[in-house]
C-alpha cells in the first residue's frame, strides 16, 4: 500500500492510497472461489460451476465489492501511518485505473493547539453579596408578582393595565388580521412597540384613539421592519394594581410554616446567595473563557463548526415548524450563528487541549454534590437526584459541566486574577443577559 498526503488548505487534506492490482487479484479470487461453490447457475451442479464462467459472470460485481472493502479496512491504517486525527466523514473519491486501486479521501483534520500563553491571561473576578437592600427589592419582586388588578374610572397612568380592542395598517394594508379584540397591555412594560404604550397614557375606558408609531428596523417582520403603522385603539377597561400585604398568610403561600417575616427574609436571603454563588462562579467562568479565546486562536474545522450551526438553528427551526411559517422569514440567516458557533468550536477544542496538558480527571464526589444541589429548588430532592442518576444522558451533561468547571478553576490558578467589588443587581443582569 502507497500513501501520499497532500495539504490543500490549513486544515484540509487530501489523501491518496494506491493498492498494488496483486493484492485485489488475490482478495477477489477468494470471492469468486466462494460464489463457485455457492452460485447457483442453470446448465451446471452446484459448486461444480467451472471458475472462468464464474469470473465471467461475476468478476465486475465481485471488483466493486473487493474495492469497499479496501477502502474500509486501509482508510484508518493510512490515517494511523501518517498520524492524521481526522474531523468527521471523509470524502472518499475511487479511481478508475485498470491495474491495481486507488482512491482519494478528502476530510479536515484538528487543528494543533499551542498553549503557550495561557499563563498570562487576565482575568477579572467579580465579587459581590447579598445587603439587605438587596432583600428588600427581592421581596418587592415577590410582592409585585402576586398583585392584583382593580377597574378605575379615571385616565390611565404608568403601570395600568387597559384592556383594549385595535387594529393597525401600514402602506394601505390591515397587518392585524382586522381587530385584536380584548388584548392586555401594561403601560411601562414595554411590550409594545416604542410609542404605542405611551399612546394609551391619559384614555379611559370608552375612549378611541387613531395614532401613528414606526416598528423597530430590527423588527422580526420583515414586511413591517422601519415602516410607519396607524393603530385605532378603543379602551375596554383601566385597572390599576394593587400590592397584596406582606402577611402571614402571604408568606406561609412561598412555604415558609412559620409565616414571620423574619424568617421569610432569611429563606429569601438564602435563595439568593445560593444564585449569586451560581451567578458568580457562571461570570467567572465566561471572563476566563473570553480571556483564553482572546488570547490563544485556533483555527475551526469547517465540519465542526457547520455542526454547530445547525445546533444553535435547531430551536429556530422547530419554532418556525410550530409556527407553519419559513426558516428565512425569522431572518435568521446562517451568518447569525457563525461568530457565536466558532467562538463555542474554538473554546471546545482549547478546553480538550488544556484537560488533556493537565491531566484533568472528573471528579465523581464533584459530580454529585452538584446533582444534589440542582435537587435543592425541587419539593422531592431525592426522587431528582435519582432521576439524574438513572440516565447516563442525563448525568453526562452534569459530568461535562462539571469537568468544564475544574478546567476553568486550572485556568483561574495559572492566570493573573484581579478582583472586582460589583453590586448583587450587576451581577444577576449580567447573568441573565448571557443566558438571553
Not at 461453490?37 to 452446484?46: H, L, Q, S, T
Not at 403601560?187 to 391619559?202: R, T, W
Request: with cysteine; aromatic share 6%; hydrophobic share 40%.
Amino acid at each position: 500500500m502507497q500513501i501520499s498526503v497532500e495539504k490543500t488548505s490549513e486544515l484540509s487534506r487530501k489523501m491518496t492510497v494506491s493498492i498494488p492490482e496483486e493484492v485485489v487479484q488475490e482478495k477477489m479470487a477468494s470471492r469468486l472461489k466462494k460464489l463457485a461453490r455457492e452460485a447457483k447457475i442453470d446448465g451446471f451442479r452446484p459448486g461444480k460451476v467451472p471458475q472462468h464462467v464464474v469470473k465471467k459472470m461475476f468478476a465486475e460485481r465481485v471488483r466493486g465489492e473487493v474495492a469497499g472493502d479496501l477502502i474500509q479496512s486501509t482508510y484508518f491504517e493510512a490515517l494511523q501511518d501518517q498520524d492524521l486525527k481526522p474531523v468527521g466523514h471523509p470524502h472518499i473519491h475511487p479511481s478508475d485505473e485498470a491495474e491495481g486501486f486507488k482512491y482519494t479521501a478528502e476530510f479536515e483534520v484538528y487543528p494543533e493547539i499551542s498553549l503557550e500563553g495561557i499563563d498570562q491571561l487576565e482575568v477579572i473576578r467579580p465579587l459581590a453579596t447579598v445587603e439587605e437592600a438587596d432583600v428588600d427589592n427581592m421581596i418587592a419582586k415577590l410582592q409585585a408578582q402576586k398583585k392584583e388588578w382593580h377597574a378605575v374610572e379615571r385616565e390611565a397612568r404608568d403601570n395600568d393595565r387597559l384592556t383594549i380592542s385595535f387594529s393597525g395598517i401600514s402602506e394601505g394594508e390591515n397587518f392585524t388580521d382586522g381587530k385584536v379584540e380584548n388584548y392586555q397591555v401594561v403601560c411601562g412594560a414595554k411590550q409594545m412597540i416604542p410609542g404605542f404604550e405611551e399612546n394609551l397614557l391619559g384614555l379611559k375606558a370608552g375612549a378611541t384613539k387613531t395614532f401613528e408609531v414606526f416598528f423597530p428596523e430590527q423588527y422580526g417582520n420583515e414586511k413591517l421592519a422601519g415602516k410607519a403603522a396607524e393603530f385605532e385603539v378603543e379602551v375596554i377597561q383601566v385597572e390599576e394594581p394593587a400590592l397584596p400585604e406582606i402577611d402571614e398568610a402571604f408568606i406561609k403561600a412561598y412555604g415558609i410554616d412559620e409565616g414571620s417575616l423574619d424568617a421569610f427574609r432569611k429563606d429569601v436571603r438564602a435563595n439568593m446567595e445560593r444564585e449569586l454563588e451560581q451567578a458568580l462562579r457562571s461570570n467567572l467562568k465566561n471572563a476566563v473563557l473570553d480571556a483564553l479565546y482572546k488570547k490563544i486562536p485556533v483555527a475551526v474545522p469547517n465540519t465542526l463548526l457547520d455542526q454547530e450551526i445547525e445546533n444553535l438553528m435547531k430551536p429556530y427551526r422547530e419554532t418556525a415548524k410550530r409556527q407553519k411559517v419559513k426558516l428565512e422569514d425569522l431572518r435568521l440567516p446562517r451568518e447569525v450563528f457563525e461568530e457565536q458557533a466558532k467562538r463555542r468550536v474554538a473554546l471546545g477544542l482549547l478546553l480538550g487541549e488544556v484537560i488533556q496538558k493537565n491531566n484533568i480527571k472528573l471528579d465523581s464526589g464533584r459530580v454529585r454534590s452538584t446533582v444534589e444541589d440542582l435537587a435543592k429548588s425541587y419539593e422531592s430532592p431525592q426522587d431528582v437526584v435519582r432521576w439524574y442518576f438513572s440516565d447516563e444522558s442525563r448525568l453526562k451533561d452534569v459530568q461535562q459541566m462539571v469537568l468544564e468547571e475544574q478546567t476553568v478553576e486550572a485556568l483561574v490558578a495559572q492566570a493573573k486574577v484581579s478582583d472586582e467589588t460589583v453590586k448583587f443587581n450587576d451581577v444577576m443582569a449580567n447573568q441573565n443577559n448571557k443566558e438571553s
